[in-house]
T-cell receptor, first 114, second 111 residues
Framework: DTAVSQTPKYLVTQMGNDKSIKCEQN?????MYWYKQDSKKFLKIMFS???????INETVPNRFSPKSPDKAHLNLHINSLELGDSAVYFC?????????????FGSGTRLTVV | RKEVEQDPGPFNVPEGATVAFNCTYS??????FFWYRQDCRKEPKLLMS???SGNEDGRFTAQLNRASQYISLLIRDSKLSDSATYLC????????????FGAGTRLAVHP
């Protein structure tokens, strides 16, 4: 059973489209995150949710809208996709807010915008 | 200046070698420190936490120098399976446990 699962694994789409990435965790964790790894391999936090409440929004363009319907799910919707959005997007969870050493990452969604 | 800086490598070493990676961080109030490992096209995974007193896990030894804002990772008796990118990670104080990653140091262990 995968602890943090993301779908889709790969996504190729045209500029200007709108797309969503889904994430689910079955660990019972309270906190979920989205991280972006760009072409230079930098991993950078985008959002953090704790028990469905937005905690961190790291100056991400408002074309990116996370949604957490319950604490086991954190989806990412991206409007008007741009070439620069091409990256690997990792979902992660941790047991509680403030616990940095208990992260579990999903296997990533490789987004290519053409 | 980047918040976490690492030598990108690559480090090409033979099996059995000892290799050391270094990392510096810019925020003196950083709270927690980690080394993560990321294999090609995979997610990052926690290798070990780093404590002020230094800590060891098998062939891996991590050191933290808060005064110099410097973190190191030593790998002894390198194995082929150690080939990966090693990411230095810190959390800021009061940072709601967000992780700040360095760009990573690539290690390639050859026979």
């Amino acid at each position: 059973d995968t602890a943090v699962s993301q779908t889709p694994k790969y996504l190729v789409t045209q500029m200007g489209n709108d797309k969503s990435i889904k994430c689910e965790q079955n660990l019972g964790h309270d906190t979920m995150y989205w991280y972006k790894q760009d072409s230079k391999k930098f991993l950078k936090i985008m959002f953090s949710y704790n028990n469905k409440e937005l905690i961190i929004n790291e100056t991400v363009p408002n074309r990116f809208s996370p949604k957490s319907p319950d604490k086991a799910h954190l989806n990412l919707h991206i409007n008007s996709l741009e070439l620069g959005d091409s990256a690997v997007y990792f979902c992660a969870s941790s047991q509680q807010l403030g616990q940095a050493d208990g992260y579990t990452f999903g296997s990533g969604t490789r987004l290519t915008v053409v | 200046r980047k918040e976490v800086e690492q030598d990108p490598g690559p480090f090409n070493v033979p099996e059995g070698a000892t290799v050391a990676f270094n990392c510096t961080y810019s925020n003196s109030a950083s709270q927690s420190f980690f080394w993560y490992r990321q294999d090609c096209r995979k997610e990052p995974k926690l290798l070990m936490s780093v404590y002020s007193s230094g800590n060891e896990d098998g062939r891996f030894t991590a050191q933290l120098n808060r005064a110099s804002q410097y973190i190191s990772l030593l790998i002894r008796d390198s194995k082929l399976s150690d080939s990966a990118t090693y990411l230095c990670v810190v959390t800021p104080s009061g940072g709601y446990n967000k992780l700040i990653f360095g760009a990573g140091t690539r290690l390639a262990v050859h026979p």
